[in-house]
């Protein structure tokens, strides 16, 4: 069965440092990957996924995520936190029949 | 265009009431799904539509009645509901599901959701 952890359910950051939100999955067979934003009110957003090829991935908004294999790990990054990027932040994996599942989820807060 | 609709934005009822949620997406997918979530947790799966019919259930109570009356549209029935069962209610779709084979690639695409509150 897979399963998602996210390490910190929030993290805090000043405008302008760097964003890491962690993301760590356990599964039988080679998983794919994604990332949601969630804004207050609102429904997810895709951010970016991971599916084959390079596992360096670049989504909106200036996020990337890298899948290590090793490390089962699918942490998400940006370089320069700005005050929008405030919200909830979710990692998920697809295995078979394309259901997914979730972690529990990060809180971002951006402090000016 | 990525967009999933959902209507109303916002529902409240009481316990005794009869209402229904809509979520339309013009995409050409062919699976749409029904997420409940609760504050601060992530969404749970209710229901999965393939094709038009149910592949999924995730042993949700009969006070929740789903349909899928065209390849675009997908509404959720709602009667003789809880106070526990307020949440916002997302409505998902996704590609061509393959009926006989694993799919994992098919990206999942969410509505705003629907917030309900059971009084």
């Known amino acids: 069965a897979q399963s998602v952890t996210q390490l910190g359910s929030h993290v805090s950051v000043s405008e302008g440092a760097l964003v890491l939100l962690r993301c760590n999955y356990s599964?039988?067979?080679?998983?794919?990957l994604f990332w949601y934003v969630q804004y207050p009110n609102q429904g997810l957003q895709l951010l970016l996924k991971?599916?084959?090829?390079?596992?360096l991935v670049k989504g909106i908004n200036g996020f990337e995520a890298e899948f290590k294999k090793s490390e089962t790990s699918f942490h998400l990054t940006k370089p320069s936190a700005h005050m929008s990027d405030a919200a909830e932040y979710f990692c998920?994996?697809?295995?078979?029949?394309?259901?997914?599942?979730f972690g529990g989820g990060t809180r971002l807060m951006v402090k000016p | 265009d990525t967009e999933v609709t959902q209507t109303p934005k916002h529902l409240v009822m009481g316990m005794t009431n009869k209402k229904s949620l809509k979520c339309e997406q013009h995409?050409?997918?062919?699976?749409m799904y029904w997420y409940k979530q609760k504050a601060k947790k992530p969404p749970e799966l209710m229901f999965v539509?393939?094709?038009?019919?149910?592949?999924i259930n995730e042993s949700v109570p009969s006070r929740f009645s789903p349909e899928c009356p065209n390849s675009s549209l997908l509404n959720l029935h709602l009667h003789a509901l809880q106070p526990e069962d307020s949440a916002l209610y997302l409505c998902a779709s996704s590609q061509d599901p393959d009926r006989g084979q694993v799919i994992k690639k098919q990206t999942q695409y969410f509505g705003p959701g629907t917030r309900l509150l059971v009084l």
């Open positions: 995409m050409g997918h062919r699976a």
């Open positions: 991971y599916t084959t090829g390079a596992t």
């Open positions: 539509y393939s094709y038009e019919k149910l592949s």
């Open positions: 998920a994996v697809s295995e078979a029949g394309n259901m997914l599942t």
């Open positions: 599964s039988s067979v080679p998983p794919y």
